[in-house]
């Protein structure tokens, strides 16, 4: 992009209350609807009466197409009325970014909840049998994002490694338990098919649909990229990252956040074709003004320069677990600190550390607004 | 002596688990989650039962991670923010010490529903070991990890004491920290000598049988050192372990043999667990090692309670094809 600090937000946004219930056929009271119809006005969109229409009809499998539309929108005129350079739906298509993918493609079987922490769980699969693609998983919200903007269009994509460590494998271990007698090389060895597989049977055919329509910038999101932190795992993941990729004509990035980012620095070079790394670093920074000192969240940068990365940098100045919104001045502190760590301004995309989802949409808003009067804010500072 | 029994966390049942998130949006009282519960350990007591399980634990239901009882009940610990479980997509509360840690009551009696343990069992309890305690707390209070760890032992063998007094017969003290080296190739021999020393602390002359359960990492690691800890058994994870290197060593303690994986669903081929363990149990000279359990690698909550439920069955079952081979 020939714009200096291009502006991001990571991918998801939370899904209104009117998607929700709207989507699932349940009735929404007055107040529900008169929210769709408050943030709708305030983000100018048109045909507000249809959507009302909608929202009050019963269910039919035309009404939720056109609720994943009508949402798709909204979120797309949301990160736009924010000032966003790039954009795309706020994943309000999905489900959720493992299920999405995982309920789209054969070869899983749902197992049930398993603990992630307290009282929450997650929804795991197993892979009992080969992945297949039998449809596509992004092409629908694409299309509808790509009619629906003149912005840049940045797409959200689950990256294979994530997927694989999220599911028990089954399938692949199986087959495997008469070749091996040391359990844990079974245990990598099966990982590893089932990656391949995966790579080759669903996530590339998608990627080539994409590209096919017009995707000019894919985003493989990774949580999971460090949970494993052995060198022998890493370079399974990159190696993965590099497969996925491979021979496309279009621009990838990498997300990943909450994770371990000394073993990520590490192996982040080996990476081709890899335009970004869209990194969180707003929620372990603190939120005193100035460049140098104050900015305690963003010394992980020198790893990644040092061990010689030198893509973009998809710079999270925003933290998406507090409600505080970040005052402009602090986003354009960020933003110069790392400008004085690494010496070239152009490779900084200004983003969130993660997506949104867990934020109200005014909290959002008002955050994604300060993002971008912060990014000006350091344009005028360089001048 | 060939015996099984679980090492961990058990899932909780499908029941429970709606009832927990219920409550968590307000739709259930404290009550009606309290009957959940007790539901469920009644069940996954019974499940231990029916595969005639050698040592009953009661599932440890209520327990949100391996230190919440430590850190909701201890003095100088405040409960902090969510971090990872190793190399699990499982998030545990980081105990903070801020001050001198006390024990001020019994840390785990309440939590644990020793009324529903059968009187005529062995009832099993598991602790987090001292190693694993300090290295995954965040120290804001002593001189370094290493006092840290020591003042945690001491609170331990208390600990030990009174589920002693309570009727428990074994304790199982869980330490991942102590194998799970993904960067750093092998501990310094001293670091696991000051680590036996600080076990000493925790559970020597204590007259229930004491197990060191590793996992998440390659119990071979700490060879030779851990034969000397002052412990009964050791527990091993064989999904993390390169059980060729074990064979180098004689064991003059019992085993714990983590043969069935809580961390993948497919359910094991008990002929293919009873061949390696004997492979194991000859290679190491266990006709010393007084005790061999056959056990999950890890805590089974990992899974959903119905292949964990699958899995204990396998576990008993090879257990019982084991003991009829070694008798």
Wanted: charge should be neutral; aromatic fraction near 12%; hydrophobic fraction near 40%.
């Amino acid at each position: 992009m020939n714009k200096l600090f291009p502006t991001q937000e990571i991918g998801s946004l939370a899904k209104p209350r009117w998607r929700v219930k709207g989507y699932r056929g349940k009735p929404l009271s007055k107040e529900e609807i008169t929210e769709a119809v408050d943030w709708g006005r305030k983000l100018g969109i048109e045909d507000l009466d249809e959507l009302i229409k909608l929202l009050s009809e019963t269910d039919s499998g035309d009404r939720k197409r056109a609720i994943l539309e009508w949402s798709a929108k909204y979120a797309i005129r949301f990160f736009e009325s924010a000032g966003l350079d790039v954009v795309f739906a706020g994943e309000q298509w999905r489900s959720e970014m493992y299920e999405h993918v995982i309920r789209k493609t054969t070869g899983f079987k749902f197992l049930g909840r398993v603990k992630c922490f307290d009282y929450r769980y997650f929804n795991k699969a197993a892979c009992i049998d080969k992945p297949k693609y039998v449809g596509s998983l992004y092409l629908d919200e694409f299309l509808f994002a790509k009619e629906n903007t003149e912005k840049e269009l940045k797409v959200p994509f689950t990256g294979p490694y994530t997927l694989v460590d999220w599911t028990f494998n089954e399938f692949y271990e199986k087959r495997l338990s008469g070749e091996f007698r040391n359990f844990k090389k079974r245990k990598l060895e099966a990982k590893r098919e089932f990656l391949f597989d995966l790579i080759k049977e669903v996530i590339r055919p998608e990627i080539s649909k994409l590209v096919d329509v017009g995707a000019k910038w894919i985003q493989i999101d990774e949580p999971a990229a460090t949970t494993n932190s052995t060198d022998e795992e890493m370079e399974l993941f990159v190696e993965s990252f590099n497969e996925t990729v491979k021979g496309f004509n279009c621009t990838f990035s990498l997300h990943n956040c909450y994770s371990n980012y000394k073993v990520l620095a590490k192996h982040a070079c080996k990476l081709r074709n890899c335009s970004q790394l869209a990194l969180e670093f707003a929620n372990r920074d603190s939120r005193q003004a100035g460049i140098g000192d104050p900015r305690t969240g963003y010394k992980e940068i020198e790893l990644f320069e040092d061990y010689g990365f030198r893509g973009n940098y998809g710079l999270g100045v925003i933290d998406v677990h507090t409600n505080s919104v970040e005052p402009p001045e602090l986003v354009r502190d960020r933003i110069l600190h790392v400008v004085k760590m690494i010496g070239d301004p152009s490779r900084i995309y200004v983003s969130t550390d993660c997506g949104l989802r867990t934020r109200t949409w005014e909290t959002s808003f008002q955050k994604l607004e300060n993002m971008v009067l912060g990014s000006e804010l350091a344009k005028r500072a360089l001048k | 002596m060939i015996c099984c029994y679980l090492t961990g966390i058990l899932p909780r049942t499908k029941e429970l688990i709606e009832a927990t998130r219920a409550y968590d949006r307000g739709r259930v009282n404290e009550k009606e989650l309290e009957k959940a519960f007790e539901n469920a350990t009644l069940k996954v007591i019974d499940t231990q039962l029916s595969t005639e399980f050698s040592y009953i634990t009661d599932g440890m239901l209520k327990w949100q991670d391996l230190f919440r009882p430590f850190t909701e009940n201890l003095s100088g610990v405040r409960i902090g923010g969510l971090a990872r479980w190793f190399n699990n997509n499982t998030f545990y509360r980081k105990p903070i010490i801020v001050g001198d840690i006390r024990r001020k009551k019994s840390i785990i009696e309440e939590i644990t529903y020793i009324k529903y343990l059968p009187k005529n069992s062995l009832w099993k309890a598991i602790l987090p070991a001292p190693y694993t305690f300090a290295q995954l707390s965040e120290n804001q209070f002593y001189t370094d990890k290493i006092e840290l760890m020591f003042k945690y032992a001491k609170i331990l063998r208390e600990e030990i004491e009174g589920l002693a007094r309570l009727g428990f017969k074994y304790v199982q003290l869980s330490d991942p920290a102590l194998v799970y080296k993904p960067i750093a190739t092998s501990m310094a021999s001293d670091e696991l000598s000051l680590i036996g020393e600080a076990l000493k602390v925790a559970v020597k002359g204590i007259i229930i049988k004491t197990c060191l359960q590793t996992f998440f990492g390659d119990f071979s690691k700490i060879l030779p050192e851990a034969l000397d800890f002052p412990v009964d058994h050791l527990g091993i994870d064989l999904y993390e372990t390169n059980f060729e290197k074990l064979k180098e060593y004689s064991f003059e303690k019992g085993v714990a043999l983590g043969l069935v994986d809580s961390r993948g669903s497919l359910v094991e081929n008990e002929d293919e667990l009873v061949t390696v363990a004997k492979e194991i149990m000859e290679s190491i000279d266990s006709s010393k090692a007084c005790e061999v359990f056959i056990c999950p690698n890890c805590d089974l909550e990992f899974l959903p309670w119905k292949r964990a439920e699958e899995k204990t069955k396998v576990i008993s079952g090879a257990a019982k094809r084991l003991k009829e081979e070694f008798l």
